[in-house]
T-cell receptor
């Protein structure tokens, strides 16, 4: 099925471990985004990418690393997970002209114990 | 950082009732967007607004871009059980090259059949 897919859907990890969340889109959209969703904070932008090999920080980038070697993939890595990174993570994509129209994946629910 | 004030925070209504929610800010926006998030899924774009005063419909949903550019409204007519979810507003600031979206905290809607 075409669209944007995230994996895994659920992940439990321990403090200090490295975790990578995957995001894959089949539309060839230039822009991709990572958000986290927390109660009371809504959606907060972690990182975004305008094209392959171009990434930029969002509002809450600390503790996260991204890469974009191919247009269709935008993995998010937590280098050393902390409990405060327990959250639901959403990947999104958009076409060049109009980054406002975001298409979201179904999310990854991450628990850091 | 910039914030959007979205109200009400939550609503519990009877099936068939009309619903109104809004988003306000002290800043001027040149784009307003309304998204809906179903339980366990990512947000989905409902309506995009680009001009002050613009009124746009999508089925039973109608949204308006406030004439002051500082607010937007979403109305749902004759609610049905599948309208349940969280409704988010998002806006892009009217400020040069600033293309980052600002998100509201959402309005949670429950519909009693």
């Amino acid at each position: 099925d075409a669209g944007i897919t995230q994996s895994p859907r659920y992940k439990i990890t321990e403090t200090g471990r490295q975790v990578t969340l995957m995001c894959h889109q089949t539309w060839s959209h230039s822009y991709m985004f990572w958000y986290r969703q927390d109660l009371g904070h809504g959606l907060r932008l972690i990182y975004y990418s305008a094209a392959a090999d171009i990434t930029d920080k969002g509002e809450v980038p600390d503790g996260y690393v991204v890469s974009r070697s191919k247009t269709e993939n935008f993995p998010l890595t937590l280098e050393s997970a902390t409990r405060s990174q327990t959250s639901v993570y959403f990947c999104a994509s958009s076409v060049d002209t109009g980054r406002e129209k975001l298409f979201f994946g179904s999310g990854t629910q991450l628990s850091v114990l | 950082g910039q914030q959007l004030n979205q109200s009400p925070q939550s609503m519990f209504i009877q099936e068939g009732e009309d619903v109104s929610m809004n988003c306000t800010s002290s800043s001027i926006f040149n784009t307003w967007l309304w998204y809906k998030q179903d339980p366990g899924e990512g947000p989905v774009l409902l309506i995009a607004l680009y001009k002050a005063g613009e009124l746009t419909s999508n089925g039973r949903l109608t949204a308006q871009f406030g004439i002051t550019r500082k607010d937007s409204f979403l109305n749902i007519s004759a609610s049905i059980p599948s309208d349940v979810g969280i409704y988010f507003c998002a806006g892009r600031l009217y400020a040069g090259n600033n293309r980052k979206l600002i998100w509201g905290l959402g309005t949670s809607l429950a519909v009693n059949p």
